[in-house]
Antibody, heavy 122, light 108 residues
Framework: QVQLVQSGAEVRKTGASVKTSCKAS????????MHWVRQAPGQGLEWMGV????????SYAQKLQGRVSMTRDTSTSTVYMELSRLRSEDTAIYYC???????????????WGQGTLVTVSS | EIVLTQSPGTLSLSPGERATLSCRAS???????LAWYHQKPGQAPRLLIY???SRATGIPVRFSGSGSGTDFTLTISRLEPEDFAVYYC?????????FGRGTRLDIK
């Protein structure tokens, strides 16, 4: 069965960076785009960007351009999201989420990781 | 970016009642690219409806979606206890992909 297992909670100081992971299993990793979505405490959902695990091509939300980086390791079926120059408003649960359909990014998300809580404090 | 406005913010209903949730877009969204999710406390969102009206795998027939252009609706025909959650609409046709701010469906 499809599973997305994310790394554990992180605590960082303002200005630092954090890198979280999402390990996929149960399907062909390179066939489905992977998105990152975050959710601040008690708030709604914010799309951060998407990576094509096959080619490595990426599209980021403009709001996060320059601070976010998404990569993948096809040998371990893992995608990574790194966020730099952290601010208190980056405190959130970070989810990876798989595209519903193969080969394209403009689909909804059918499988989600359990989320990684990132806490940023001064 | 396409802003999605959901209404009402909170909806209080009883099990067995019908729920109607609205999602209005700031510009036209192709019906191919509108989805609905719900999220329960402590859990990740779950896909309910995509392409405006297609149910995702395993979603009961009491969930239905409709709409076009800038106005979309999620209907739950007869509420079950497990349906009380926060509901989000999403457009995924134009970058950045965006979500509405959610409708909280509470037990009355």
């Amino acid at each position: 069965q499809v599973q997305l297992v994310q790394s554990g909670a992180e605590v960082r100081k303002t200005g630092a960076s954090v890198k979280t992971s999402c390990k996929a299993s149960g399907y062909t990793f390179t066939s489905y785009y992977m998105h990152w979505v975050r959710q601040a405490p008690g708030q709604g959902l914010e799309w951060m960007g998407v990576i094509n695990p096959n080619t490595g091509s990426i599209s980021y939300a403009q709001k996060l351009q320059g601070r976010v980086s998404m990569t993948r390791d096809t040998s371990t079926s893992t995608v990574y999201m790194e966020l730099s120059r952290l601010r208190s408003e980056d405190t959130a649960i970070y989810y990876c989420a798989r595209s519903l359909e193969t080969g394209i990014g403009t689909t909804p998300f059918d499988y989600w990781g359990q989320g990684t809580l990132v806490t940023v404090s001064s | 970016e396409i802003v999605l406005t959901q209404s009402p913010g909170t909806l209080s209903l009883s099990p067995g009642e019908r729920a109607t949730l609205s999602c209005r877009a700031s510009q036209s969204v192709s019906s191919r690219f509108l989805a609905w999710y719900h999220q329960k406390p402590g859990q990740a969102p779950r896909l309910l409806i995509y392409g405006t009206s297609s149910r995702a795998t395993g979603i009961p027939v009491r969930f239905s979606g409709s709409g076009s252009g800038t106005d979309f609706t999620l209907t739950i025909s007869r509420l079950e206890p497990e349906d009380f959650a926060v509901y989000y609409c999403q457009q995924y046709g134009t970058s950045p992909l965006t979500f509405g701010r959610g409708t909280r469906l509470d037990i009355k």
